[in-house]
């Protein structure tokens, strides 16, 4: 398996309110566990590195709501590999910036 870059947003349900900011940053210290690098956005959090090491993260920040009480975890994960050659969070944006010009 190779590296990869994913979207990772996880979403705490039946809180006691309506913020979720709290839930939000004790993923981001389970997070900061793994050797990933980690791209905090308004919306979710951008993780680059090897897909097992992607995914065990994923599988541990998913129970972190549920330990700080939310009774329900909506997680998504979107995933792109590219095989043919390196890739990085950076490089995709330069890519897309350099066609705006």
Known sequence: ???????LVVVPLGTATPSVSTYVAEVEKKLREFSLKIKLTPMGT????ELSE???????VHEVPFTSGALRVGT???IDERRDKDFTMEGK???VEEKLR
Request: zero cysteines.
């Open 93 to 95: 944006i330069r890519a």
């Open 1 to 7: 398996m190779g590296k990869v870059i994913a979207e």
């Open 46 to 49: 951008i993780l680059e590195g």
């Open 76 to 78: 998504t994960l979107r």
């Open 54 to 60: 992607v995914l065990r993260a994923v599988q541990e």
